[in-house]
């Protein structure tokens, strides 16, 4: 009886450390393989954009999709959306995006909103993004140290 | 001066005190017969390797005394003898039953005087014969006993609640990224609905640019709903993040407002 007691003891210890491999191995690779969402309003002096942006991250490369509308100052209103594909990486909290394809519409780049960052219109371009993980369901991505968007993760 | 008998060199008989001792433990562990078993032991040690018919036991033990017995308080005697001796630790027969002739003691006898055979402390500690049982288990224990104070199922047990702990940790820390940022961010006050937390420490300060950012873009919050002010002096823009709750709970929503200035274009 005791020594099955002692190999059932063992046989969990097993089971215990092979579980303890496959979490670290799940939770890096959750950090690579998400998508999330989340809403942005961009005010500029010229205008204001509102924003709905999803991302999608699978390993190394990843997806992105927005629809929004543009209000310039004089209240005309422009839809906008954009899709693009890029390659991406950690670097610590860091999260660097290289585009691939854009497909930004308007199709004139800067024209409805001047300060976009040229990943959003032009191939490979890059953007670094910081990553923050502020509760169980979110990362806040921020841009030069301000917290930009919140995206809520969806997957 | 007692005389005494020692039994297989581990037995210690004494016949004036009708006595059986384990020669080790003595003067502890003794076994007292009655005095016919004794004095048939006695007479059976006397004539050791040699066979003792019942008409001679009857007639030393009992009938010297007057007394006559059956054959089953003979038996009975004898019985009490064996008895004793396993009783003290022998484990070999000693006394073997002849059919139809007595019995007959087959052990390895030495007559003495009883201090002759009373070991002292340091003989104590080394047997004189060969293992038997018992010491062997004495020997044994000394082994066991430091291991006792963490059994292998003990240390198992341990070991697994150490593992158990090391997951969870290892999980919160895997998922761990930076410090969440606005866990440092201050109180500034309550604009209409609007909880204000801000990047900046003086509330009058966040609670005027708060405004005037609100009128640039209408931020409307619900009762519950908390504004994230990041106010950045240095670095691109300024920033609201309006959420339904507490952002660091699970299942937050929130919508974000960056604000931009022409002179801050890159």
Same mark, same amino acid.
């Given at each position: 009886?005791?020594?099955?007691?002692?190999?059932?003891l063992?046989?969990?210890?097993?089971?215990?450390?092979?579980i303890?491999?496959?979490?670290?191995?799940?939770?890096?690779?959750?950090?690579?393989?998400?998508?999330? =969402?989340?809403?942005?309003?961009?005010?500029? +002096?010229?205008?204001?954009? +509102?924003?709905?942006?999803?991302?999608?991250?699978?390993? +190394?490369?990843?997806?992105? =999709?927005?629809?929004?509308?543009?209000?310039t100052?004089?209240?005309? =209103?422009?839809?906008?959306?954009?899709?693009?594909?890029?390659?991406?990486?950690? =670097?610590? +909290?860091?999260?660097?995006?290289?585009?691939?394809?854009?497909?930004?519409?308007?199709?004139?780049?800067?024209?409805?909103?001047?300060?976009?960052?040229?990943?959003?219109?032009?191939?490979?371009?890059?953007i670094?993004?910081?990553?923050?993980?502020?509760?169980?369901?979110g990362?806040?991505?921020?841009?030069?140290?301000?917290?930009?968007?919140?995206?809520?993760?969806?997957? | 001066?007692?005389?005494?008998?020692?039994?297989?060199?581990?037995?210690?008989?004494v016949?004036?005190?009708?006595?059986?001792?384990?020669?080790?433990?003595?003067?502890?562990g003794?076994?007292?017969?009655?005095?016919?078993?004794?004095?048939?032991?006695?007479?059976?040690?006397?004539?050791?390797?040699?066979?003792?018919?019942?008409?001679?036991?009857?007639?030393?033990?009992?009938?010297?005394?007057?007394?006559?017995?059956?054959?089953?308080t003979?038996?009975?005697?004898?019985?009490?003898?064996?008895?004793?001796?396993?009783?003290?630790?022998?484990?070999?027969?000693?006394?073997?039953?002849?059919?139809?002739?007595?019995?007959?003691?087959?052990?390895?006898?030495?007559?003495?005087?009883?201090?002759?055979?009373?070991?002292?402390?340091?003989?104590?500690?080394?047997?004189?014969?060969?293992?038997?049982?018992?010491p062997?288990?004495?020997?044994?224990?000394?082994?066991?006993?430091?291991?006792?104070?963490?059994?292998?199922?003990?240390?198992?047990?341990?070991?697994?609640?150490?593992?158990?702990?090391?997951?969870?940790?290892?999980?919160?820390?895997?998922?761990?990224?930076?410090?969440?940022?606005y866990?440092?961010?201050?109180?500034?006050?309550?604009?209409?609905?609007?909880?204000?937390?801000?990047?900046?420490?003086?509330?009058q300060?966040?609670?005027?640019?708060?405004?005037?950012?609100?009128?640039r873009?209408?931020?409307?919050?619900?009762?519950?709903?908390?504004?994230?002010?990041?106010?950045?002096?240095?670095?691109?823009?300024?920033?609201?993040?309006?959420?339904?709750k507490?952002?660091?709970?699970?299942?937050?929503?929130?919508?974000?407002?960056?604000?931009?200035?022409?002179?801050?274009?890159?």
């Amino acid at each position: 009886m005791r020594s099955k007691n002692v190999r059932f003891l063992l046989n969990l210890l097993i089971v215990l450390v092979v579980i303890s491999v496959a979490l670290a191995g799940y939770v890096n690779w959750q950090k690579n393989h998400f998508s999330c =969402e989340a809403q942005i309003t961009l005010v500029t +002096d010229r205008g204001t954009e +509102d924003l709905i942006m999803h991302f999608h991250f699978s390993g +190394d490369t990843g997806s992105y =999709e927005s629809k929004g509308k543009y209000t310039t100052r004089s209240g005309n =209103e422009i839809s906008t959306s954009n899709k693009i594909d890029f390659n991406f990486w950690r =670097e610590g +909290d860091s999260l660097m995006m290289i585009s691939n394809e854009t497909n930004a519409i308007p199709k004139t780049a800067g024209s409805v909103y001047p300060y976009t960052p040229d990943f959003f219109y032009s191939r490979e371009r890059g953007i670094r993004w910081t990553l923050t993980r502020e509760n169980a369901t979110g990362y806040l991505f921020s841009y030069d140290d301000t917290p930009t968007f919140y995206c809520s993760i969806t997957r | 001066m007692k005389t005494a008998f020692l039994i297989n060199d581990t037995i210690l008989f004494v016949p004036e005190q009708y006595s059986l001792y384990r020669r080790e433990n003595y003067p502890a562990g003794r076994i007292t017969l009655h005095a016919p078993a004794s004095d048939c032991l006695l007479l059976l040690i006397q004539h050791a390797q040699q066979p003792v018919s019942q008409k001679m036991l009857f007639e030393q033990v009992w009938q010297k005394r007057g007394t006559v017995v059956s054959t089953n308080t003979l038996y009975q005697s004898i019985a009490s003898v064996r008895k004793g001796l396993k009783a003290t630790g022998l484990a070999e027969e000693a006394i073997l039953t002849l059919p139809k002739q007595g019995f007959k003691c087959v052990a390895q006898i030495t007559p003495g005087e009883l201090q002759d055979f009373i070991l002292t402390s340091s003989e104590n500690a080394e047997p004189l014969t060969e293992p038997t049982h018992r010491p062997a288990k004495a020997l044994r224990r000394p082994v066991i006993k430091p291991l006792r104070g963490l059994r292998p199922r003990s240390r198992l047990s341990l070991l697994l609640a150490i593992v158990l702990v090391l997951i969870v940790g290892e999980y919160h820390w895997l998922r761990a990224s930076p410090s969440p940022l606005y866990a440092e961010y201050a109180y500034a006050g309550k604009v209409e609905n609007c909880q204000v937390w801000s990047s900046w420490s003086g509330t009058q300060y966040s609670i005027a640019v708060f405004d005037k950012l609100r009128q640039r873009s209408p931020i409307s919050c619900t009762a519950e709903s908390v504004a994230y002010l990041t106010i950045n002096r240095l670095q691109q823009g300024t920033s609201i993040l309006l959420c339904d709750k507490d952002i660091a709970q699970r299942g937050t929503q929130c919508r974000s407002w960056f604000y931009r200035e022409e002179g801050n274009e890159k």
